[in-house]
């Protein structure tokens, strides 16, 4: 699979789950935190999905190298 397609599939299942979630939800809890996501929940699960498909052994690394270079490289380009 691609990443494409894991992506695709994580997005098909957290939006369902995201109906399911609001009929199970509990009682509001307080929150000291207020800040909006800048990723979706998919977009989380699909970095989490790739990583233990690749051959590091820590997040910190992966997230280092893999995400946070090629987001740069990204940004660099459309500038």
Do not use: G
């Not at 699979?1 to 009682?27: G, R």
């Amino acid at each position: 699979m691609d990443l494409t397609e894991i992506f695709c599939a994580i997005d098909d299942y957290c939006t369902q789950q995201k109906i399911n979630w609001n009929v199970k939800i509990l009682s509001p809890v307080v929150r000291k935190r207020n800040r909006k996501f800048q990723l979706s929940l998919s977009e989380v699960a699909t970095i989490v999905v790739y990583f233990h498909l690749s051959h590091y052994r820590e997040f910190k690394n992966y997230y280092l190298i893999e995400i946070k270079k090629n987001t740069e490289i990204r940004i660099s380009k459309k500038q």
